[in-house]
């Protein structure tokens, strides 16, 4: 009766044993989820913000690709105006 007792003992300790060790990891991994689940609403946010960062780029560049536009066209303008200056200051000396 005293060796089935000592064995119900171990058999006690033991399943104590695993059920600590089973707690354990059920907390570490509640714990990893959390870290997980943060992690991810954190990298969310930075998408969000780079998006952000992109949309505001891209309204910069083409607002600048709009001023060369312009540009482009006050310069046809002036090199047209420019010819015909020259032309006029060539006729003037052939005269």
């Known amino acids: 009766m005293t060796a089935e007792v000592n064995r119900i003992d171990r058999l006690e300790a033991l399943a104590e044993t695993i059920l ?3 707690q354990a990891q059920q907390q570490q991994r509640n714990q990893d989820r959390q870290e997980f689940l943060d992690s991810t609403q954190d990298v969310i946010a930075m998408i969000g913000t780079m998006a952000e960062e992109v949309q505001l780029v891209s309204e910069r560049v083409e607002a600048v690709l709009a001023r060369v536009d312009q540009n482009s066209t006050e310069i046809r303008g ?3 105006e420019n010819r015909r200056i020259l ?9």
């Open 87 to 95: 032309d006029f200051l060539l006729n003037q000396q052939d005269q």
């Open 20 to 22: 600590l060790a089973i």
């Open 78 to 80: 002036l090199q047209t």
